[in-house]
């Protein structure tokens, strides 16, 4: 079908002239991108960082794992050894339920496993290293290294994002059983997190956004304005608990969701739960926050977080007196538009009593806040939300509690105060635009702030999606860790992880994500597949050099953007033992591949390819579902497929069985001639297939997309029994949304006509971007809705497999942009042989 050469492995900027046969250096051990050992940006770890330690005797020889021939299952050896690379023995490999001691080589042997596996590695006197592993693994040996303590100053850190136990964990989506049962809170709480639990807990120091009053507080004492509130029962706490939690970070805009008794009563909660918190603070206590701060042997370590999200923004939209009502209104935002009676008297805001609406009257308070005493402030704040309680203020000022909140002169000397009694500083911030792949310009300048006033990494919350890395002046930037435990249906919201920081006092030696998904809204290490595409995603948005702004059109968009001098951008590094975040790029591969026409081919190793063959008219595509093959990715002892999947009737169901089309995983779907309505299995979260993902400012400054128009192709393998007739329907919705039943653009229908024959069939579906659109609406998110409509008579039968979904763009359109395509299309007339420059994600040896 096509033909793939390796030309060469090219270090970053570099030409390469020379053919494969020639080819050497790439990125090896101890190497760096201008060849020489040392990595740039002193203080950023390389991939291969690893510390050193005296010799150890000779083990004996290692093994080979083992092989029975059955591609469902894999085997792997974990040798366990020090940083000299000398083994451990009496090691231990923590699996669920299970805990296996290393022999005098310090190996660990699991054999013919289906499902993928988390673990925690542990030896006396040195740090444990959570791992996943699957079928990425076979027969292979993966060794885990296990730093000593010995000098004092090691420790670790796991980070986690957002976190909240209410909603959808008691009311779930179709008819899946509560997650969170009321009659047994704490003991479901637990499960919820079981998957990850003992992972996380592998560390020294656990903290987690926590983004919800914790309370029995009923409904009604909920902030009036809000729109999302959210309150987590104190029994859900035990989860913090099983996660190993030191401390809540709750610098956050749902702390006050419940006002100032919500704040109260969610600290009370935490700390009669025994967890520290950092980042808010009740009614009383000013606006300066106490930190966390605790010694880990040596090495005295602090913690402070912050909120950016006043509620100031909300309500400077208000309406104010004059304007018209919107012929639209929504009955919600009717209170907008009543005029209530106000007035204040004081010696800065002095204003008489009369009809107003709030949004005037929140101006008049907030021209002359600045000019106010502290107390004035206070009392103009109480009277003015005492008549308008729907406005918002989530964050600790004006008399009142909530959450610390970055300004940044403040911030920084809180920072500036606290390194000078700590050896490391961690700061927490939470900002930027919710569900956007790229951090706001804001958040990229609040942690070089809070860097150049002293903090040693800076990890940022909210978005509800994963963003990447930046190294500023040899510190990590994390820009956002995404949802941890969280109930948004949303498919990039369900991607998380959660951040490993290894640390020798304050200095950084090693930063990991060990990637999770939320199935069903519950963390599951992923392995396999799911990782892969997962890291691919991430790493892209971190390679990438951009920022979410709002252009001059008011629309938000991901602009490119150079980086300063003092930035790296992240880089992700896949070895056998887990996911590093470096500093420097690998050694990029250039594969040559000749093309038929219409052919289409994978990318031939798995990382970031520059669209640097656009002139060969070719399309570069990416996966937008990975979850179709049905297979099980996920560390959840539950050893079944099908995540991201709902099945609406009792003869629609997941299948493991060794006749599926691929592998062992897919769904079937029963009807017969008595039946009235359809089978179906669809995807459980709205996908995102934006028009434009990347834009550049114009002159007007307005965002102008840099990627050209897409296309798509949809294929899945399928087989049919009967006469029923089974189809393909995609449900298209103008956004990716926060709730998937509603605002439904419309449909395409797609016939599956296969024959019913019993035996599978490849499918393929090729759509324009113009095939996508509604009565004039362009979709810019869909959901997957295979059904099988009943048959005139008889029974029928109707099995999906390896769906996919291909998002292509053309080549010529990108440029120099690197993206995480996986496969290329030659849709012209004729062959064409394309080069393609892939930076690789796996480490090589």
Excluded at 23 to 47: F, H, I, Q, R, V
Excluded at 66 to 75: L, N, R, V, W
Excluded at 495 to 513: K, Y
Aim: negative net charge.
């Amino acid at each position: 079908m096509f033909e793939v050469t390796r030309i060469c492995s090219l270090q970053p900027l570099a030409v390469c002239v020379v053919l494969f046969a020639a080819c050497g250096g790439g990125s090896g051990e101890g190497s760096s991108p201008d060849g020489g050992s040392a990595p740039p940006l002193d203080a950023a770890p390389t991939a291969d960082a690893v510390p050193t330690g005296d010799a150890s005797p000779p083990a004996p020889p290692p093994r080979t794992p083992p092989e029975d021939g059955d591609p469902t299952t894999y085997s792997v050896i974990v040798r366990v050894v020090d940083e000299a690379g000398a083994p451990l023995p009496d090691s231990t490999v923590a699996l669920p339920g299970l805990t296996e001691v290393a022999d005098e080589r310090g190996e660990v042997v699991i054999a013919h496993r289906r499902e993928p596996l988390s673990a925690v590695v542990a030896g006396n006197g040195r740090l444990a290293e959570p791992l996943v592993l699957g079928h990425e693994h076979d027969t292979q040996t993966v060794m885990v290294r296990l730093r000593a303590r010995a000098s004092g100053a090691l420790w670790s850190m796991h980070a986690g994002g957002d976190v909240m136990f209410a909603r959808r964990y008691y009311e779930p989506l179709g008819d899946a059983p509560p997650l969170i049962d009321p009659t047994a809170i704490s003991t479901s709480a637990r499960a919820v997190v079981a998957p990850v639990a003992a992972m996380f807990a592998a560390a020294d120091l656990r903290s987690v956004n926590l983004e919800t009053v914790v309370s029995v507080l009923p409904e009604s004492d909920a902030h009036p304005g809000k729109r999302i509130v959210i309150n987590s029962h104190p029994d859900t706490l035990a989860a913090l608990d099983a996660l190993g939690v030191d401390v809540a970070v709750l610098g956050n805009n749902h702390i006050r969701d419940y006002l100032d008794q919500g704040v109260s009563a969610t600290l009370q909660a935490l700390e009669a739960g025994g967890f520290e918190h950092v980042g808010a603070l009740p009614a009383g206590a000013g606006s300066v926050q106490l930190p966390f701060v605790r010694a880990y042997d040596s090495t005295v370590v602090g913690l402070l977080s912050y909120s950016v999200l006043s509620g100031d923004p909300n309500n400077n939209a208000l309406a104010r007196d004059g304007e018209s009502l919107p012929p639209d209104l929504d009955p919600a935002d009717a209170w907008e538009y009543e005029a209530r009676s106000w007035g204040f008297s004081g010696s800065v805001l002095s204003v008489p009593t009369t009809l107003r609406r709030a949004g005037s009257a929140w101006r008049l308070f907030r021209d002359a806040e600045d000019e106010m005493s502290e107390s004035e402030r206070a009392a103009a704040w109480a009277s003015l939300s005492g008549v308008y309680p729907e406005l918002e203020d989530g964050v600790a000022r004006r008399g009142h509690g909530g959450a610390a909140y970055w300004t940044t002169e403040e911030a920084q000397d809180d920072i500036a105060s606290l390194t000078r009694v700590t050896d490391a500083l961690i700061v927490q911030v939470h900002g930027s635009f919710e569900f956007q792949t790229q951090p706001s310009p804001l958040a990229a300048e609040i942690a070089r702030a809070a860097i150049d006033a002293g903090a040693d990494a800076v990890l940022f919350h909210h978005p509800h999606v994963m963003q990447g890395f930046d190294w500023y002046k040899g510190k990590l930037i994390a820009y956002s860790l995404g949802n941890f435990v969280f109930d948004q249906n949303e498919i990039t919201t369900a991607d998380s992880g959660f951040l490993r920081l290894v640390w020798d006092g304050a200095s950084l030696l090693q930063a990991r994500l060990f990637p999770v998904h939320l199935g069903n809204f519950r963390p599951n290490p992923v392995a396999d597949r799911a990782r892969l595409h997962q890291l691919l995603t991430l790493w892209e948005q971190s390679a990438l050099g951009a920022v979410a702004e709002r252009d001059a059109s008011g629309e938000v968009r991901v602009l490119l953007r150079a980086a300063d001098a003092d930035t790296q951008r992240g880089h992700l590094r896949l070895r056998p033992d887990g996911v590093d975040i470096v500093a420097t790029p690998p050694a990029s591969e250039q594969f040559e591949l000749t093309l038929p026409a219409g052919a289409s081919a994978a990318v031939p190793a798995a990382g970031l390819v520059r669209a640097q063959a656009g002139g060969n008219g070719v399309l570069l595509g990416r996966e937008l579902f990975v979850w179709g093959d049905f297979e099980d990715y996920a560390a959840d002892e539950a050893g079944t497929g099908g995540m991201q999947w709902r099945l609406d009737h009792s003869d629609a169901m997941l299948v493991i069985a060794d006749d599926a089309g691929h592998g062992r995983g897919y769904a079937t779907m029963a009807r017969d001639a008595d039946n009235e309505s359809d089978a179906s299995v669809f995807t459980s979260a709205r996908v995102p297939a934006p028009v434009h993902r990347w834009f550049v400012e114009d002159g007007a400054g307005v965002g102008a997309p840099v990627d050209g128009t897409p296309s798509y192709t949809i294929s899945l393998l399928a087989r049919r029994e009967g006469n029923g007739e089974p189809y393909l329907r995609m449900d298209l919705y103008p956004t990716e949304g926060l709730t998937p039943d509603a605002g439904n653009l419309g449909d395409v229908l797609l016939p599956i006509d296969i024959p019913a024959d019993g035996a599978w069939h490849e499918v393929q579906f090729d759509l324009a971007s113009d095939d996508l659109r509604v009565a004039g609406a362009r979709m810019e998110a869909f959901r997957l809705n295979f059904r099988l409509r009943p048959p005139s008579s008889g029974a029928a039968r109707f099995d999906i497999d390896d769906v996919r979904v291909l998002e292509w763009r053309p080549a010529a359109a990108l440029g120099d942009l690197r993206g995480a395509f996986s496969q290329v299309r030659n849709p012209q007339g004729d062959a064409r042989t394309v080069t393609l420059e892939v930076l690789p994600l796996h480490q090589r040896p």
